[in-house]
C-alpha cells in the first residue's frame, strides 16, 4: 500500500489550502482514513479522521470548524480542507489508513493506523 500525500505550501495567517492523498494498492473504499500532523520539535497529534462507510467525520478541537476532510472513494483520495489557517498549524500533514478494514469506530491514535504517506509541508505565517 501506498499513501501519497500533496498540496502543501506556504500560505499567510487567515489564508487556506486543500491537502489530497492519493491510495494505491487496496481496496481504499473499505479503510476509515486519518490525517495528522508533526511540528518541530513536538509529537505527531491526530487531526481528523473519516469513516469508510458514510464519510461521518471527527475533529481534533484545535482544527474544528476551519477544517474539512473528505474522500472520493472512485478516486481513492482523500482530502484535508484547510481555511482560516493559523501559525500554530504549521507541520508536516501526514494521511494515513486504519489498520483494519470495516472498522466504524472513530480511531484517533496513531498506533491505530498503519499505512502512512510521506508527509506535505504546511507553513502558516503570520
Known amino acids: 500500500v501506498q499513501l501519497q500525500a500533496s498540496g502543501g505550501g506556504s500560505v499567510q495567517a487567515g489564508g487556506s489550502l486543500r491537502l489530497s492523498c492519493v491510495a494505491s494498492?487496496?481496496?481504499?473504499?473499505?479503510?476509515?482514513m486519518g490525517w495528522f500532523r508533526q511540528a518541530p520539535g513536538k509529537e505527531r497529534e491526530f487531526v481528523a479522521h473519516i469513516a469508510w462507510n458514510d464519510g461521518s467525520t471527527h475533529y481534533a478541537d484545535s482544527v474544528k470548524g476551519r477544517f474539512t476532510v473528505s474522500r472520493d472513494n472512485a478516486k481513492s483520495t482523500v482530502y484535508l480542507q484547510m481555511n482560516n489557517l493559523k501559525p500554530e498549524d504549521t507541520a508536516v500533514y501526514y494521511c494515513?489508513?486504519?489498520?483494519?478494514?470495516?472498522?466504524?469506530?472513530?480511531?484517533?491514535?496513531?498506533?491505530?493506523?498503519?499505512?502512512w504517506g510521506q508527509g506535505t509541508l504546511v507553513t502558516v505565517s503570520s
Open positions: 494515513a489508513a486504519d489498520r483494519q478494514a470495516w472498522r466504524t469506530a472513530v480511531i484517533t491514535r496513531t498506533n491505530d493506523f498503519d499505512y
Open positions: 494498492g487496496r481496496m481504499f473504499s473499505v479503510y476509515s
